[in-house]
């Protein structure tokens, strides 16, 4: 055995390979004669470059390969700006292939359009004001798992959230150019994916909003992500970006918008999908889908994304935390922490957001009494008063809208 071992010739890295990889990971591998072609250095999986999926850090996990969906584990969600190679993947379909932002176009459509039109997506950034904005994307089904009885889907933790800064232009600025009939009702989405089937005439999703929130000030067609193109996962080169409501309505690899004189009945509007009961069942009911109505706004919540739970500290010491909250409404007013289980509350120091559906960042220093197990909860109250529960809110079929506070173990040792 000892002989094999020996005899294994190392295979090592050529030094073109190693110049490449040094330029990958942005710093020279110092000891990098010593690397063979299974030890190769993790900051390429870490930063997305060697990645299972494309562009997205192996720190994701993944819930589903086909289609992808990963989420970000919460405390490398801390960033005051989620990084694109962290930042959640949720895939209804196969996205496309090789686009081309330099070929690519919006046309617009629908029953309440006065006429079609149709833009490139250099027409878009040349004629209308650019903005950047701040905004929260959270899918409705962040927090699934904890459901009981259970629901089906991806079985979501607490990562289908992130936050970045994106660059594009107001939908109202383009929807005033295109025209728009008095009916319009609904902006609907379609986006360049595939159907899982492959067929061509399923879309995978086309979904939407209401026309009075895609006029909101803050409702963006983006192409740019924290600087830099928007990662092919989260819809390069174009997507919808709308805070405060699920992520199902930020269309990726937008292509079409369609504004229709009614509510959109595309892929994923109706049944079970990104819908709960208009009013509250008991857990486990089975609910009619006339009986289901479509999610709007998303309910405050907040998440602690500093220290990782499990986390263990000295007596002596105090325990700083760190994290960010976010909500449909003007704003987050209080965040608050408990380590007795909900009993006492006390305040933590809450920043203000640079525009409205950015998450607002909190932290505080907590001191326990003595060693032990504790738990550290953090709940958020927005402006409207709304705050979030402490158990599970209304049991749904699907699982939506779990914005339960969330709780980090702690171990005190002497
Ligand atoms: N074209 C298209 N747009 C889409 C989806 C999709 O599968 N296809 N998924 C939606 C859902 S359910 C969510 S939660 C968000 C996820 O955005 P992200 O993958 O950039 O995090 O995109 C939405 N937009
Ligand atoms: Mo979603």
Request: hydrophobic content about 35%; glycine content about 8%.
């Amino acid at each position: 055995m000892a002989d094999k071992v020996h005899n294994h010739r190392r295979k090592f890295l050529k030094n073109t390979l190693l110049q490449s990889i040094a330029l990958a990971i942005g710093a020279p591998v110092v000891y990098g004669k010593n690397l063979t072609k299974d030890i190769l250095p993790i900051a390429l999986f870490e930063e997305g470059i060697l990645s299972k999926i494309p562009g997205k850090s192996d720190l994701l996990t993944l819930l589903n390969d086909r289609p992808v969906n990963a989420e970000t584990p919460a405390h490398l969600l801390d960033n005051d700006l989620t990084p694109n190679d962290l930042f959640f993947v949720r895939n209804n379909g196969i996205p496309p292939s090789n686009p081309d932002k330099n070929q690519w176009t919006l046309s617009f459509d629908g029953e309440s359009v006065k006429s079609k039109k149709t833009y490139s997506l250099e027409e878009l950034k040349n004629k209308f004001e650019p903005v950047k904005l701040i905004i929260t994307l959270e899918c409705g089904g962040n927090g699934r798992k904890e459901f009981n009885p259970p629901a089906k889907g991806n079985q979501w933790s607490t990562g289908a959230v992130g936050c970045a800064e994106w660059t594009g232009v107001k939908l109202k600025d383009v929807l005033k150019d295109v025209g728009l009939k008095s009916d319009a009702t609904y902006l609907a989405y379609y986006g360049k994916d595939s159907h899982l089937s492959g067929d061509p005439k399923k879309d995978s999703i086309s979904r939407g909003v209401p026309i009075q929130k895609a006029m909101e000030d803050e409702s963006i067609i983006a192409w740019e992500m924290n600087g830099k193109d928007i990662p092919l996962m989260n819809g390069y080169p174009l997507r919808l970006v709308f805070g405060g409501y699920p992520a199902s309505c930020s269309g990726k690899w937008l292509s079409k918008i369609a504004i229709r004189n009614k509510v959109h009945d595309g892929a994923k509007m109706g049944g079970q999908s990104y819908r709960i009961p208009c009013d509250p069942v008991a857990p486990g009911a089975k609910v009619e889908d006339s009986e289901m109505c479509i999610i709007e706004n998303m309910p405050v919540k907040s998440l602690i994304t500093y220290p990782q739970t499990g986390a263990t500290i000295k007596k002596n010491q105090s325990l700083p935390i760190r994290g960010h909250a976010w909500t449909h409404e003007l704003s987050i007013k209080l965040v608050e922490y408990s380590i007795d289980f909900g009993i006492n509350w006390k305040p933590c120091n809450l920043l203000p957001a640079t525009n409205r559906y950015a998450w607002q960042n909190f932290s505080a220093e907590i001191q326990f009494p003595k060693t032990g197990y504790y738990e550290v909860w953090a709940r958020a109250t927005d402006s409207s008063g709304d705050s979030q529960p402490i158990i599970l809110p209304g049991w749904n079929p699907k699982g939506y809208l779990n914005n339960a506070c969330h709780r980090i173990a702690i171990k005190v040792e002497s």
